[in-house]
Structure formats: structure tokens, C-alpha cells
């Protein structure tokens, strides 16, 4: 069946280090993958997507990787701040006005 | 300017009553979304609608009525509240099918 899943629900890192989100996805079919940031008290904010015809894309201080033989995508924050401890969902979206969440990961920074 | 608001922000009420939660956004955005956050902040899509036409409607009961006035507005009903309804409920829009989410703060629900 369809499903966005996390390795790991809780991370903690120090301050200034670099953190990396797992996700695996199990829809061949999914073509377009979106991270989003949810900060307590708040909807879910993007982050960055990649699309199914790219490997790796970068936007500030964030990377996304895919890689669709194993049906995995990471996040890469580099220098992580305090201001990055949210939880985080992966999704995955393959048209038809539908997108579908991941069990979400708790970052923790510490200072 | 807010993107996506929805009111209220919170909502306490008892069992079997009805309720209602709005939603609009202002991005001429041509799809709306209901989202479910439960407890363990597992988020669920509910319903999608495109140009006020319902699209998707994820086996949702019927108890659950969401109404589309047009485009920018998206609201969702609910008859007879049970405990078991209690979560947080956003609402969402997006660009198309394959865009992605601008998601409202959220509306805390809470049955009792």
C-alpha cells in the first residue's frame, strides 16, 4: 500500500552540526517529494521538493537527496541552530490532488 | 498578510454537538485541502477539492461535510462530534495537483 516512513522518529544534535533526516517511500509511482517543517503551535512550512528526475538539490543550508532504486530521501541541514528543532515530514505526491505525509521525525538541537 | 487562515485556532465542545471550522486563502490558489493531525502528530489528507469541486475524500464519515463557496474558500463542517474527532485540523492549498502545501496554523479541536 502506499507509504511515507521514517527511520528514525527523535534525533538530537549539537549545535552547529550538520543533521540528516531519513524517509523511505514505498510508491514507485510517486514522481514529486516535499519536505516540510512543522515548529510547535504551527502548519507544516516547506522546506524543499525535488522532483523524480533528480538525484540531489540544494537550497539554503538544506539538501535533498533521492534515490529511487532503494526509495529513499534525505534531508541534510548543514551548521543545524537552535531554531531547527521542529519535527519534519517527508511526503510524497504523485498527482491526483493528493499528497501523502511521513510519520514525521522530532529534531532537537542542543545548545 | 496571511496565506492560508483558518478560525478558530481552537475549539472545545461536547460530545454530539456541531460545529464548524473555516477556511480561506488569499495565494489564487485553485486547490484546498482538510488535513487531520492526530496525537502523535500523524497527518492525514481528508478531502481535496479543485475549482470547488471535490476531488479526493479519504473514506472520511459522513459526519464530516466540507463545503467549497468558491475558490479561496474552503470550510468543514461536523455533525455529531465524538471524542475520538479530537485533533488538529488544517487546511491547506495548493497549485494544482502536484504542488505543494501552503498550510494554515492549524485549528485545535477538542471533544469532550
Known amino acids: 500500500g502506499e507509504s511515507v516512513g521514517l527511520h528514525l522518529p527523535t534525533l538530537s544534535v549539537q549545535e552547529g552540526d550538520n543533521s540528516i533526516i531519513n524517509c523511505a517511500y514505498s510508491?514507485?509511482?510517486?514522481?514529486?517529494f516535499i519536505w516540510y517543517k512543522q515548529e510547535s503551535g504551527k502548519g507544516p512550512q516547506f522546506i524543499i521538493d525535488?522532483?523524480?528526475?533528480?538525484d540531489k538539490r540544494q537550497g539554503q543550508r538544506v539538501t535533498v537527496l533521492l534515490n529511487k532504486t532503494v526509495k529513499h530521501l534525505s534531508l541534510q541541514i548543514a551548521a543545524t541552530q537552535p531554531g531547527d528543532s521542529a519535527v519534519y515530514f517527508c511526503a510524497e505526491n504523485t498527482g491526483g490532488f493528493k499528497t501523502i505525509f511521513g510519520a514525521g521525525t522530532r529534531l532537537f538541537v542542543k545548545a | 498578510d496571511t496565506a492560508v487562515s483558518q478560525t478558530p485556532k481552537y475549539l472545545v465542545t461536547q460530545m454530539g454537538n456541531d460545529k464548524s471550522i473555516k477556511c480561506e486563502q488569499n495565494?489564487?490558489?485553485?486547490?484546498m485541502y482538510w488535513y487531520k493531525q492526530d496525537s502523535k502528530k500523524f497527518l492525514k489528507i481528508m478531502f481535496s477539492y479543485n475549482n470547488k469541486e471535490l476531488i479526493i475524500n479519504e473514506t472520511v464519515p459522513n459526519r464530516f461535510s466540507p463545503k467549497s463557496p468558491d475558490k479561496a474558500h474552503l470550510n468543514l463542517h461536523i455533525n455529531s462530534l465524538e471524542l475520538g474527532d479530537s485533533a488538529v485540523y488544517f487546511c491547506?492549498?495548493?497549485?494544482?495537483?502536484?504542488?505543494?502545501?501552503?498550510f494554515g496554523q492549524g485549528t485545535r479541536l477538542t471533544v469532550v
Open positions: 495565494l489564487g490558489h485553485d486547490t
Open positions: 491547506a492549498s495548493s497549485q494544482g495537483q502536484r504542488g505543494r502545501d501552503f
Open positions: 510508491n514507485s509511482a510517486s514522481d514529486y
Open positions: 525535488i522532483r523524480s528526475n533528480m
